[in-house]
Each structure stands twice: as C-alpha cells, then as structure tokens.
C-alpha cells in the first residue's frame, strides 16, 4: 500500500536517534499494512515519545510513565485494534516499571518501541536505569553505581513473549523488528539502543556501533532458557535481533466478553434492562 | 417509629455474617423492612464485631444502637455488648458463654439442647437464631428454610442436617413468656414475589448494579475497603453482562485503565479509597486535560494514610474538589441512601459524558457497607446519553479533539472505529491536541475547558430542603442524612436538612437561594474540619453557625443524632 503518516516536523537535536526510530516507526507501519486509522499509538512523556506527533494516527499521550495501563484500557474496550507504544528507558522502566511489569504479565497485545539512550533526555541528562554504573552526572558526579536494568531479562522474566533488541544505527534490523511485534499477538518488547548524542557522551552512536551484533542462527529465540542465558551473559558484545518469541493466549483470552466484537461497538447499544436478572441475588 | 433490632456479635469467623445475610433475607422475604450495619474489624479470625439487624413495617434508612435482642455468639461479646440491650430486652447465648453472669435478661441455651452432632460454639450462630425466631414468634421451617437455601451445596449433607435439626430442637427450648411477636405487621409492597418486589442491597451493590445499568463496559480497581465489593460484584457479572473487569497493579494503572477505555468508546470507571484516590491524583488531571469522560468512586474510610481499615468518615470532599495540580473542571456527586447510590451511580456517566470530565462519586464506608431494603430499582428510569460526537467524515481525517465551544465541550469520536483519527494530549494542546505552549492556545483552551464549570453547576440541581421552613437548618450528605432525618422527625420536625447530593461544582446563587431564610446553618458530618461549610464559604460565600462533627469511625446512629440534635437544643455549640 501507499503509506503516508508525515504530519508535525519532529524537534530532536540534529543527530538524534529518534530520527532513525520515527523512520523506522512509519516503515514497519507501512509494512505491516496498517493505514493510520487501524491503529492506536499510546505514548508516555520524554523524548521518545515525542514521536507520536509525528506520525498521523489515533493518539493518546498519556502520563510519564503511565502509557501501558492505558494501552490495558483501551485494549480492554477495543481488543480488535492494533496497540503501538513508543516511549523511553526511563518512562517505561523507571516511572512505568510497575505497569511494565505487569502488562508483559497479561501478555498484553501490544507493539512496545523503547527508545533506550541509557539517559533522561527531556529533563537534560540525569541517569536512567539502563545508565552504566560509571556513568556521571550532577546528580552522580561519582558515578552512578548499582547495576544497571536489563530490560530484555526483566521483559523476559515478567512474561512478555517477544522480545528483541535493536540500535538505530541498523535501520534493516530495526525495521524488521518492529514489524515483526507489530505482527506479533501478544506482548512485543523492542528496545532499541538509540544514541542522545547531547546528554549522553558515554553511549555514543560508535559505543552502540561496535558493540550491536546480531544474534547468529544458532540462537534458538523459541527457548526460554536460551533467551535468558543469552541476555544475561556478560558481554562486550550486545546481541541484538529476536531474542525471544513464544506463543500464549494474550490479555483479552481471558475475558468471554472480549471474545467477539470490541466491547467499544458492542456497549453502546446495552440496555438498562440487560441488569434484571441480577436482582435475583438481593431477593 | 416500629421497629426491633437484633444485635449479633462474636469474632470473625464465627458466622456473625452469614448469621446476619440469613436472619436479613429471612426478613425480606417476611415483606419487613431491613436496615443491616456492620462494625467489623479488620482481621480475618478473632477480634470483635457485630452487625446490627433493624427491622421494622416501614422503610429504614439508619441504624440504631440500642438493641431489643442480642445474639451473642461467645463470652466476650455477652461482656461488651449487654450494655447496649434495652431493659426489657433479650439476650441469647450458649450455656458456656454465660459465665457467671446473672442478667435477668440473658437465656443461655445449654449444650444439650440439639443433635450431638451439633455441639459447641460452631453452631452457636445457627442454635442462637432459632432461639430469636422463636422468641420473634417466626415459624422455624422459616428459618430451616433459609439454613437450607444459602448452606445447600456450601456443607457437607451430614453436617447441613445436624444444623437443621439443631433449628427444630431449639424452636421448642423457648417458653411463652419470652415470645415477643412484632407488635407490628410487614406492610405490603408495591409489587408481590417473595420478597415483596424488594431487594437488599448494600451500597456498593447499588452502586455496581447503577454503573451496570449504565453500560459501563471497563471497570478497574485495586483491593481496598470498603471499594473492593465492586470490584467483585462487577467482575463476577462481568462475563453476562459484557463488562472487563480487572484487577489492576495500582490505583494509578486503575484510573489509566478506565481512560483508556473511554478514549477508546466505552463508558468505563474506576474505584478506591481514599489512599487509592491520592494515588491517582495526577491521572484524574490527566482525565481533566485530555477532557475525558471517567466515573471515579470514592469509598471513603477513616484517615489519613491507612487510617482505620473498616471505620467510616467524610473527609475526602474537599481533597476531591481540589485533587490533582492545576486547575481543570471535574464533578464531585454523593449518593444520600441506597436509591442514590443506584440511580446517581448511573447518572454518574452521564454527567462525565455530557461534559468530559471526571466525576468522583463520593461515597463512606458507613453507607457503602450498610445492606437495606429498597423498592426493586426502576430500570426505565436510568437515562443514557452520550453526549456529543461528530458526525462521521467521508474519508480519514484529523478531528479538531478540543474545537473550541461555547459551552467549552467539544464533539468527540472513537478512534478505530470511525474516520477520524483521534488525538489527546496530556500536554495542553491546539484543538488538534498537538502539543504546544503558545500563550493565546493557552488562554483559549484554559479557558473552553473551565466554562464547563458554570455550565456543570447550573445543570446540576441545588441542594434538597427536607421539612423546609424551621428556624434551623442542618446541611448533610451522604450516610449521615438517613439517621438525621430520623432523629430531626423524632424531635417533630423541629429542623430543617439541606441535603446536598451534587458537590461540586457549586451554582452560588441556587444554593444561596435555598438556605436563605435561616438564622442558624449547621453542618453536620463525620468529619473533624466541617468540609461541606468550608466548601459553601468558599464557593457560595456562606457563613455556617457551627459544625457537628464525628470522627470516631463508627456508623453515625439515630441514638447519635439525637444526641448531636440535643447539644443544639441546649443552647450548643
Ligand atoms: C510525574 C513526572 N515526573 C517527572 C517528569 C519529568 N520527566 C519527563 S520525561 C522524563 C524522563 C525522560 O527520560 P526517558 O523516559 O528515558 O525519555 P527520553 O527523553 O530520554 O527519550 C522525566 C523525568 C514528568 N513529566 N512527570
């Protein structure tokens, strides 16, 4: 199809990887034969999720931190529609971490981009939980400390049932990803490493450039095990490409309500009366 | 006014609930009506608690203290409750709980009476009803007859038949002299059936079955008291009724739930307490920016913090007229009985669909607990109006979200199932809701969304003047009103009550209007502030008189208000 989702000129620095991240973004769309009413895009606050006003689409952009819940409602009243969320490693594993967490445990069916620049870019470069323990800041002149999240093994470990992780610098990769969630029926995790190449001097495009290196096809992204063993392996390198995919029923399976029409055509039309038989009980 | 109350009271555990739900039905179903009230505490084996059961051949809308029976169902709560019998009242227990009390008004039932099989304080609550009925002079197949309908299946067959023999072997163990037959007959309902057309509802029932009516479809909530019944009740009919219900990981993901769900077209809400609520806050902006329609309940307890788990109060009103950063209109309703919390939880919908705000329905734990009998609700009566949507574009297209109006509400879609594309931003925004920080935008946005405000108030209808015309006036909402009332008709009207349903926002003239007249505006509320009187100086410029205030935790009794009612008579405060 002929795809055009141009709308508001984005305001990153020049060089920004969410330059690479909104193209990629529209070409996955694109690819996934998704027009931009098809689909609802579900974004936090920072940078990242910035992109949401540049991409012609329905909309809604939430709290920091607060994106997935939303999505959970809006799933709830319309599981039929494609979820998109695009937001940042801090709004999504720092504010959001809760409700991270647990939409992967309902296998919520949504597309998940993350922006990881490993700093907080809307607020002017304070640590993020994915920031290195050296990293320094104001707030850390002496460096971070700690470990820092790994957010393929907490995606894994909370059970989301795609994850992958890409870098801007690979736009092929990236692309194919993000199709691949967005064709994905459940909880689809992309973290994306994506240079701030202003607040950010430490996770440069070269840092990611050199240490970015697809999975080979001796991983097996159908076994746990190995998807675990892989992403929690200390390494130079950062293996990125599918690390994970399996099959179980998403979020909406549980409900019998949600098993036909979305709620969203259906509920309109409940009457009153439906409540009647409900009365027995207080007889 | 005719009525008995029967108190029941032993630890948790022990049955002093499903002793409550039998002898409550039982009654129903004998066409009396039933106001039940729990003083539970929060723990789920030992402590003490009781409910009391009032009925009587008229409707009852409050609880009283003074009991005309007591059903004691161990030692302790023969110690702790005796006081509250009345002289010529009656208390039952077991033998064993008796102590080495000689009450004049005390029956102990000795062990031997029943099967063997149904031996020591586990049938206390079953031996002890059959002794009330007896003593109430009902039939005992009445009460074998509900023994049976809420134990079938729940017990072993073994163990239901020595609870129903235990019914038949007690009935015999009352003598004449200590038969008390209601003085008084049911009156007959409007329409027939076995409990005379009535239900017994707890407020959050009424509550859950007022947003069912209303269509909600998305409902989401985190365990809290007294919110959680809800939750339960909504999940439960879920799967019929075509609701998704959930459990969600905070309050915060609860209120993001129930605005996602209403950006994405379904009538959705959320519900807490006020720990809960505080939680929330900054999502109930985000309600109030992206001018979403949100229904909000409030099951207020005792605060700040944890508070008292299972004790009532009012004192989240002007924590919710003011929750949440910066300045954006939203709707603050209280239900004053159990046909409020149906009939004004469905309402509830409306107003967030007619004016795209949130709307907290306020309720206390006090009323949101309390079980009465309520004429079976008139479904015809619940009205459901959407409010404005755009009419539909020939081809995709980027709706003005936020198009500035006169009366500040702009047509909305829903998104995916229409043409439009739909967009709503937390930031402040341009019609389109694209972001922006111009200051004319700014101006012009602020400012649609907070004439809703004065266009809210003037629909919204001013407060009800019961007994209009004394001297006095005292101004109540939510589950104080029904003792009050009672206590003010005990006294022969001797006050007027202002009873205040929708909160805010406030239309000053309408409210001014119907207290005007007055020499002495007094508050009446569990509260320690007098919320509502500061609400009324600072939105209405009214000067209250005084505040009644209660802030123990517990239930405000007809008993209490008639004791509040004569602090005034007496020249105080
Ligand atoms: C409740 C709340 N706290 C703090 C902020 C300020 N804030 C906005 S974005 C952000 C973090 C941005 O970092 P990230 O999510 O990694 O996105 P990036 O800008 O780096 O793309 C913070 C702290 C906020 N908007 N809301």
């Not at chain 2, 008084?184 to 407020?203: C, D, E, M, T």
């Not at chain 2, 007027?496 to 409210?511: G, Q, T």
């Amino acid at each position: 199809m002929t795809c055009n989702y141009d709308f508001h000129q984005p305001q990153w620095c020049p060089g920004c990887g969410n330059f690479d991240l909104l193209v990629c973004v529209k070409d996955a769309l694109c690819g996934a034969n998704l027009g931009p009413r098809d689909f609802i895009m579900v974004t936090g606050i920072g940078q990242a999720s910035k992109l949401g006003f540049s991409v012609k689409c329905n909309l809604f952009n939430g709290l920091h931190g607060r994106a997935l819940p939303l999505a959970t409602g809006v799933n709830m009243a319309n599981h039929k529609v494609k979820l998109i969320s695009v937001s940042g490693d801090g709004d999504y594993y720092a504010e959001g971490g809760n409700h991270f967490i647990h939409a992967a445990r309902r296998n919520l069916n949504i597309a998940v981009f993350a922006g990881d620049n490993r700093v907080y870019g809307l607020t002017k470069g304070q640590a993020s939980p994915t920031a290195s323990p050296e990293f320094t800041t104001p707030i850390h002149p002496e460096g971070v400390g700690g470990k820092p999240l790994n957010p393929a093994l907490l995606a894994l470990a909370s059970g989301a049932t795609f994850v992958a992780r890409s870098f801007t610098g690979n736009k092929e990769e990236l692309t194919g990803l993000m199709k691949q969630a967005i064709a994905h029926r459940g909880f689809a995790l992309v973290d994306i490493m994506s240079p701030c190449i202003t607040f950010n001097k430490t996770n440069t495009f070269g840092w990611f450039k050199q240490r970015a290196k697809p999975v080979g096809p001796e991983h097996d992204a159908s076994s746990f095990d190995a998807a675990v063993s892989l992403v929690s392996r200390e390494q130079e390198t950062i293996p990125t490409g599918l690390l994970y995919k399996a099959d179980r029923p998403v979020y909406s399976d549980r409900f019998s309500a949600l098993k036909g029409e979305a709620l969203a055509r259906l509920a309109p039309a409940y009457s009153p009366d439906r409540v009647k038989p409900l009365f027995e009980k207080y007889k | 006014m005719n009525h008995i109350n029967v108190v029941i009271a032993g630890a948790a555990g022990q049955g002093v609930q499903s002793a409550g739900d039998i002898l409550g039905k039982t009654l129903l179903r004998l066409g009396y009506q039933v106001f039940i009230a729990q003083d539970y505490q929060s723990r789920v084996r030992g402590g003490h608690n009781f409910i009391s059961v009032r009925f009587s051949d008229e409707p009852l809308a409050a609880p009283v203290r003074r009991a005309d029976y007591l059903l004691a169902l161990n030692e302790e709560s023969v110690g702790l409750r005796l006081g509250e019998l009345a002289p010529e009242g009656l208390a039952f227990c077991l033998e064993a709980a008796k102590g080495s009390r000689t009450d004049q008004r005390l029956r102990a039932l000795p062990d031997s009476v029943g099967p063997e099989a149904a031996r020591g304080e586990k049938f206390a609550a079953v031996k002890l009803l059959s002794m009330l009925f007896a003593g109430l002079g009902f039939k005992p197949e009445v009460l074998a007859g509900s023994v049976k309908k809420i134990f079938e299946g729940r017990l072993k067959p073994e163990l239901l038949r020595a609870n129903l023999d235990a019914v038949a072997a007690v009935a015999a163990f009352i003598e004449a002299k200590d038969v008390r037959a209601p003085a008084f007959q049911p009156k007959a309902a409007a329409r027939g059936g076995p409990s005379a057309g009535r239900l017994l509802v707890s407020g959050n029932d009424a509550v859950s079955l007022g947003m069912a009516a209303a269509g909600a479809g998305v409902y989401a909530g985190y365990p809290m008291t007294p919110s959680t019944s809800i939750l339960n009740t909504l999940g439960t009919a879920g799967p019929r009724l075509g609701i998704a219900v959930e459990q969600a990981e905070d309050e915060i993901a609860a209120l993001n739930i129930a605005i996602g769900g209403s950006y994405a077209g379904v009538r959705s809400a959320c519900g807490s307490s006020g720990a809960g609520l505080s939680l929330m806050a900054e999502s109930i902006g985000l309600a109030g920016i992206t001018e979403t329609p949100v229904v909000i309940y409030d099951g207020q307890r005792a605060g700040p913090a944890i508070g008292m788990a299972t004790r009532t109060e009012q004192s989240d009103l002007l924590p919710l007229v003011h929750s949440s950063h910066g300045e954006f209109p939203r709707a603050v309703i209280s239900p004053a009985d159990h046909y409020d919390s149906f009939y004004l939880a469905a309402e509830a919908f409306n107003i967030a669909d007619a004016w795209q705000v949130p709307v907290f329905f306020v309720n206390d734990l006090g009323q949101a607990g309390s079980e009465r009998s309520v004429e079976e609700y008139d479904l015809s009566r619940v009205r459901v109006d959407r409010g404005l949507f755009a009419p539909e574009p020939a081809g995709t297209a980027m709706l003005a979200r936020y198009a500035v109006t006169e009366s500040g509400v702009s047509p909305r879609a829903v998104p995916a199932l229409s043409n439009w594309l739909v967009s709503c931003d937390s930031h402040e925004h341009d019609e389109n809701g694209r972001l922006t920080d111009d200051k004319d935008n700014r101006v012009r946005q602020q400012a649609k969304r907070m004439r809703k405000l004065a266009g809210m108030a003037a629909s919204f209808p001013g407060p009800e003047i019961l007994n209009p015309g004394k001297p006095d006036c005292l101004l109540a909402w939510g589950s104080t009103v029904g003792p009050l009332l009672e206590a003010v008709n005990m006294r022969g009207a001797a006050f007027s009550v202002a009873v205040f349903r929708y909160l805010f926002p406030l239309d000053p003239e309408k409210v001014r209007r119907a207290l005007a007249g007055f020499s002495r505006l007094i508050t009446v509320e569990q509260n320690y502030t007098g919320q509502l009187g500061k609400l009324l100086a600072m939105d209405c410029g009214l000067r209250m008189h005084s505040h009644l205030g209660k802030y123990d935790g517990r239930n405000l009794t007809v008993e209490d208000a008639l004791e509040l009612l004569g602090s005034l008579e007496g020249g105080k405060p």
